[in-house]
């Protein structure tokens, strides 16, 4: 095949140099997740190079433009058919605002299946105490059944403003440790199946529902609210995703419709439990602090209605950040797959 080798070089070599620009800015990030476009922009030129090699191939004199050509088809194909796993850099700000999002919202099936199981056991516990009083010993936790709502509202608005003075980062730290503790119990007993998720977490809306029906009757609502919001709208939902990670890991284990091998259906669900987990830690931690440092306040330090204000903002803000946040990037990360078809996602 003959060809105008000058005039062949001058047309061709703007694609070879912006292939070894791509190859440059690739092998420079390598954590980078390259764009549809981007990919399908670097194939095109992968496949171009490789051919203009094949006619250079018919020059004897020019040694020189083989072996570039040879090097960046090379570093190409290597690019392409890459099958190492590489480190992934963890960046908390996409985590957060992308890869958290995302992973609640695939999964939100599970979700739904742990808020039907709390109401059904707040339910249960509210109904259990107007039935049946004396219950109360068995339903209320931390020692709530030998409290008179009404004695303990008046007390509390009569304590003094420093009543936690020096203790209530003590005092958060407790609520965080022992509300992560319990989340990730009732996380890790999907592995009973969820057996043990579900009993876990119905245990623990008897309580709430229970002590609910009973401030409610004693006509204490305002107070309910203005001492369960500020922390509940956070602390709630959190133990609500991490049954969610639970049902996940239990319906992996169970395999229902799957074909895949046990190993292979564990390894697949294990970034988005991990992913709930971390989130069920976030939520936690600032609940404990909410809790700490705000909740236990009441009137006349701090009125109900700006307490009730404040967890109704909490929950308005909650909703839209796991029903929106990274919606923009969903589409991106479907076309972003690993080797199993799987979808990548911790990016």
């Known amino acids: 095949m003959i060809i105008d080798l000058q005039k062949f070089v001058s047309a ?60 960046l088809v090379a570093r190409a194909y290597g690019e392409i058919h890459e099958t190492r796993s590489r480190h992934v850099r963890f960046k908390p700000w996409r985590w957060f605002f992308e890869t958290l999002p995302q992973t609640f919202r695939r999964r939100v099936a599970a979700f739904w299946l742990a808020l039907a199981i709390t109401i059904a056991g707040s339910i249960f516990g509210g109904v259990a105490t107007i039935a049946d009083p004396e219950s109360r010993s068995v339903t ?46 009732t996380l890790a007993l999907g592995m009973t199946w969820g057996i043990g998720t579900i009993i876990v977490l119905f245990k623990n809306m008897v309580g709430l529902g229970a002590i609910v029906v009973d401030y409610v009757t004693a006509g204490q609502t305002e107070f309910l609210l203005g001492w369960l919001m500020p922390h509940g709208v956070i602390e709630i939902p ?72 404040f967890g109704a903002v909490e929950l308005v803000l909650l909703v839209l950040y796991l029903s929106r946040c990274g919606s923009k990037a969903d589409e991106s990360l479907m076309t972003t797959t690993n080797a199993n078809d799987q979808p990548a996602y911790f990016t």
């Open 12 to 71: 061709e070599r703007p694609a070879w140099s912006e292939l070894e620009q791509m190859l440059d800015r690739i092998e420079k990030s390598p954590d980078r997740k390259l764009r549809i476009e981007e990919l399908q922009r670097f194939h095109y030129l992968y496949e171009r190079t490789a051919a203009d090699l094949g006619r250079v191939n018919t020059f004897a004199s020019e040694p020189g433009m083989r072996r570039y050509l040879e090097q």
């Open 140 to 185: 209320m936790p931390f020692g709530h059944d030998v409290l008179d709502p009404l004695e303990r509202v008046a007390k509390e608005e009569t304590s003094p403003y420093d009543r936690l003075k020096g203790h209530q980062t003590s005092f958060a730290a407790f609520l965080m440790t022992n509300n992560i503790k319990v989340s990730l119990l």
């Open 238 to 309: 959190a133990i609500l995703i991490a049954a969610q990670a639970g049902f996940v890991l239990a319906g992996a284990l169970l395999g229902r419709g799957q074909h895949a091998q046990l190993g292979a259906r564990m390894r697949a669900v294990a970034p988005d439990v991990v992913t709930l987990a971390g989130g069920v830690a976030v939520m936690l931690v600032w609940a404990g602090i909410v809790e700490g440092f705000f909740s236990q306040y009441h009137e006349p330090v701090i009125p109900y209605l700006a307490k009730i204000a």
